[in-house]
């Protein structure tokens, strides 16, 4: 497969006060790729996944998408940010809209498309995210498995370059993981490029291309699934996976 | 009372100009309000500089002085003026002076209002490429808006009564208390039915402000 970098970060390091959250990070996500972020809590995977639509600033390095190097701010930011989508935690829907409201927003008011253009995408990717009978619905009256994957939805219509996804399922009440992964291994299936944040070490297997692994701020180890958990050569992804995986 | 009721054209002439005052002021107040909330929260240093100062200068500064500066600073110092009648003049700087004042509560109901809003679903809308404005325009004033309802609600009920004021502090309209006020001095009313009954009207403008906003802010509310 001849794949084109679409993001890439090099030489990243971030701190947050004293903490050196980031060190040295170097990452190509290839166009087409599902990468899935590994780690202990406090390994900095979130906080990576985040700098790659600045809603985390660096502190040095560099980070391209499609070749461009991401705008420090205003509308050349906006501008970015509408191509890599988000899914959240806490999934984030607007409080005060429906469901189709919240797919429909970005498309409208970011990418100007006419309500009827907009409504009628929304609802074949809310059908497709296997939710379309709930569009008229406030995101307190579902579940959070549901909210997720309206929040899925609404990322997919901005019709974004890469996807990013913070421990989508870590919110979750353990019956509703699946629901979610399900979705989410759908759309690694169609060739969406996924950056994926996440403890769901079974998703990992299915649908990753590759695994990295995150420990203390560094990309530790980065490897196929099957090499990762068969036979991970670093001693902390060991540790790590010996503690994960005997229960 | 019958000497009340008597004048009873003048009671109502008074509170038509209280009602006046009040709603003219609540709208540039509103307006105002959101003005000084959005440069408060704003990317931009300098905005949320002169917004804090704005707001802690006329908030701590007693609504007297404010609309005496309006009428004896501006209007009758400095000769600037809204139009050629007397009266309408007082009546504009008068609606300035009110509507400087409430603004500041206003902005800090908001404000307090948007700290309710979860950071994540700002994150959310910045994530899907909506700008500053169109995120405070969209999300985040909306839904600030909802939460403080019954707080605004409390600020226009003050504002319905702080009106009294601006005769006080010399800005002569004609409003409900200057009324009551001319008629005590023209002994055309006895004091006491006249005080109660003064006090009524406010009660009828402002009692259903309060229950209007209660059930106002149930009806909108955003369930999370």
């Known amino acids: ?247 | 009372m019958e000497a009340f009721l008597s004048n009873i054209d003048r009671v109502v002439d008074g509170f038509s100009w209280t009602v006046r005052l009040t709603l003219l002021s609540a709208l540039f107040s509103f307006i105002l309000g959101i003005l000084l909330t959005a440069m408060r929260v704003s990317p931009v240093p300098l905005l949320r500089g002169l917004s804090t100062a704005y707001v802690e200068g006329i908030r701590n500064t007693p609504l007297t002085l404010v609309l005496l500066f309006c009428g004896l600073g501006l209007n009758s110092a400095l000769g600037l003026s809204f139009a050629d009648t007397v009266a309408t003049d007082v009546f504009w700087w008068a609606v300035i002076g009110l509507s400087a004042y409430t603004s500041c509560f206003v902005s800090e109901s908001l404000r307090s209002g948007i700290n309710t809003i979860p950071l994540g679903q700002v994150e959310a809308a910045r994530s899907l490429g909506l700008t500053f404005t169109q995120n405070l325009r969209m999300i985040v004033i909306p839904q600030a808006l909802r939460t403080v309802v019954g707080p605004l609600g409390s600020v226009l009920i003050a504002l319905t009564k702080n009106t009294t004021v601006a005769s006080v502090a010399g800005l002569g309209v004609q409003e409900a208390s200057r009324q009551m006020k001319l008629m005590f001095d023209q002994g055309i009313a006895p004091v006491l039915p006249t005080f109660v009954g003064f006090a009524i009207g406010f009660l009828i403008l402002t009692l259903p402000m309060g229950y209007f906003f209660g059930w106002l802010s149930k009806r909108v509310a955003v369930v999370r």
Do not use: W
């Open chain 1, 1 to 247: 497969m001849t794949s084109t970098p679409l993001v890439v970060l090099e030489n990243v390091n971030k701190h947050f006060g004293d903490l050196h959250v980031l060190r040295d990070i170097n990452l190509t996500v290839n166009s087409g790729e599902v990468v899935v972020v590994i780690g202990p809590s406090g390994s900095g995977k979130s906080t990576l996944c985040r700098t790659i639509n600045r809603l985390e600033t660096i502190d040095s390095g560099e980070i391209r998408l499609d070749d461009q190097p991401l705008p420090a701010e205003g509308r050349a930011l906006a501008r970015l940010r509408s191509d890599v989508g988000m899914v959240f935690q806490s999934f984030n829907l607007f409080a005060h809209k429906t469901v189709l409201q919240n797919v429909t927003l970005g498309p409208m008011k970011v990418l100007r498309k006419p309500r009827g253009e907009a409504e009628a995408h929304a609802m074949e990717l809310l059908d497709r995210v296997r939710i379309g009978n709930q569009a008229q619905k406030y995101p307190a009256q579902l579940s959070g498995g549901q909210q997720q994957r309206v929040a899925i939805a609404r990322a997919l219509a901005m019709s974004p370059k890469v996807i990013l996804f913070d421990e989508p399922t870590s919110a979750l009440d353990p019956e509703m993981v699946q629901e979610v992964l399900d979705v989410m291994t759908d759309l690694a299936k169609d060739g969406m490029t996924m950056v994926v944040v996440t403890h769901e070490m079974g998703f990992a297997r299915r649908a990753a291309n590759r695994v990295v692994f995150m420990a203390d701020g560094e990309i530790v180890e980065e490897n196929t699934p099957d090499e990762f958990f068969t036979n991970p050569r670093s001693e902390r992804a060991q540790d790590f996976l010996s503690k994960i995986l005997t229960h």
